[in-house]
């Protein structure tokens, strides 16, 4: 029987990607699960805003992994946490936060190669050897390439592609399962990126990139909702409380 890292591993397919529509605690997990779910992933946004803190490694490691272990209580499917940076100034510190993720039942991570509060991106050879070490763990390895981040796709899509391909090859090198590449939508630099690709490409939805079926033409192994659900959630809340506070009737009423 496959365990948990294994199973994980194996619903990244090229052509036929795995949906992750990320949660922020186990509440949203179980919820989630019983919608169909295949796996359960975090995204860091929601879970440092439910807790009232920001983006950006706010979230103390303990509290991270105190929310990981409760989800994981919740489900029996794996589940991938964002580790955002990776939570270590150098590689033995990432490898050290990354372990604690796989002992408290932790089947995955993100870890982008952007540090906590930083544009530019961490030099190559210093990101593969910080992927290296969060890889050593034994846990499938998202590595987060944000070289499209704030750029245009449709007027440098080609020198983006081949950066990031560039990447791809030493994030794989470095022992990573996978490559999520956020904030594309341009098909043909998708379609680009899966094809040269060594690793299964993960991307961030947003409405320029179609439904799964699309994405899946393009070759991608897995679709990421990042904060979106957490945004969509909160924006119920609001407007139902609005409603409720003015004196009307919620939409729950039925």
């Not at 002992?103 to 993100?110: K, R």
């Not at 050593?136 to 081949?162: Q, Y």
């Not at 119920?236 to 003015?246: F, S, W």
């Amino acid at each position: 029987m496959m365990d948990k890292i294994e199973q994980f591993r194996a619903l990244h397919v090229p052509g036929d990607p795995l949906v992750l529509f990320n949660i922020w605690d186990a509440g949203s997990a179980r919820v989630v699960a019983k919608a169909g779910a295949r796996a359960i992933a975090t995204g860091s946004y929601g879970v440092a805003e439910s807790l009232g803190l920001s983006d950006g490694e706010t979230v103390p490691l303990d509290v991270v992994l105190a929310n990981l272990e409760r989800i994981v209580s919740v489900t029996d499917l794996p589940v991938s946490i964002d580790m955002e940076s990776g939570y270590g100034d150098t590689p033995e510190e990432v490898a050290a936060s990354v372990a604690k993720a796989r002992e408290a039942g932790a089947a995955g991570i993100n870890m982008e190669d952007r540090m906590p509060d930083e544009a530019a991106l961490v030099p190559l050879a210093e990101q593969g050897e910080r992927l290296a070490a969060a890889a050593s763990t034994g846990l499938f390895v998202n590595a987060r390439c944000d070289v499209f981040r704030g750029r245009d796709a449709a007027a440098e899509g080609k020198a983006l592609v081949a950066e990031t391909l560039e990447r791809a090859r030493a994030y794989a090198d470095a022992g990573a399962g996978g490559l999520f590449v956020p904030f594309l939508g341009d098909a043909e630099c998708i379609a680009a990126i899966c094809e040269g690709s060594p690793l299964p490409v993960n991307i961030l939805w947003s409405p320029a990139c179609g439904d799964r079926a699309a994405l899946a033409e393009l070759g991608v192994a897995r679709i990421s909702h990042g904060h979106q659900p957490w945004a969509a959630a909160m924006a119920m809340l609001g407007r139902e409380a609005e409603t409720v506070l003015g004196g009307g009737i919620p939409s729950y009423a039925g």
